[in-house]
T-cell receptor, first 113, second 113 residues
């Protein structure tokens, strides 16, 4: 069964430091996509970054990068130079057929001054 | 473009009441989805649609119904509200294609008492 696992319920980082949020996935489908979303306290879902299973390079979007290790089935999100506004819930998700998404349980990130 | 809009933003229902959550997108996306998010959890797929007139069940469809008479609208119906349906409901839409993210609405917070 396709599944996403996020083992860190909460993470704490100081401003300007880098932080890695873990995500492992399970699928037998050779074609899949992995997403990270941010959910601030206001509740909306904000798309951050996408990695396709056939992409040769790790995805990057500004301060966000995705450390994709296919053999280990991991897709960790790295946030460089954390900012106070990065405090939020972060969800890893995997794309199934018809673009459906299966989500992990999330990691709450708290950035302190 | 408004993107994905949802109404209402918040609703309190009594056990056994019915209601329809509205979702509209103006991006001409064929794919639309309904998710629920329970407190402290990730999103779970309720129903999805790949085009007008075509709908299918997701992971947690019990207690819900959907219809898709137009490309733009994808309403979610709760027939006999139960406390277990207290949740935040997100509607999303997507284009077809591998790397396309889903665009989420702002969510509807539902409380069943």
């Amino acid at each position: 069964a396709q599944k996403i696992t996020q083992t860190q319920p909460g993470m704490f980082v100081q401003e300007k430091e880098a932080v890695t949020l873990d995500c492992t996935y399970d699928t037998s489908d050779p074609s899949y996509g992995l997403f990270w979303y941010k959910q601030p306290s206001s509740g909306e879902m904000i798309f951050l970054i996408y990695q396709g299973s056939y992409d040769q390079q790790n995805a990057t979007e500004g301060r966000y990068s995705l450390n994709f290790q296919k053999a280990r089935k991991s897709a960790n999100l790295v946030i460089s130079a954390s900012q106070l506004g990065d405090s939020a819930m972060y969800f890893c998700a995997m794309r199934l057929d018809f673009q459906k998404l299966v989500f992990g349980t999330g990691t709450r990130l708290l950035v302190s001054p | 473009n408004a993107g994905v809009t949802q109404t209402p933003k918040f609703r309190i229902l009594k056990i056994g009441q019915s209601m329809t959550l509205q979702c509209t997108q103006d991006m001409n996306h064929n794919y639309m989805y309904w998710y629920r998010q329970d407190p402290g959890m990730g999103l779970k797929l309720i129903y999805y649609s790949v085009g007008a007139g075509i709908t299918d069940k997701g992971e947690v469809p019990n207690g819900y119904n959907v219809s898709r008479s137009t490309t733009e609208d994808f309403p979610l119906r709760l027939e006999l509200a139960a406390p277990s349906q207290t949740s935040v409901y997100f509607c999303a839409s997507s284009r077809e294609g591998g790397g396309e993210t889903q665009y989420f609405g702002p969510g509807t917070r539902l409380l069943v008492l």
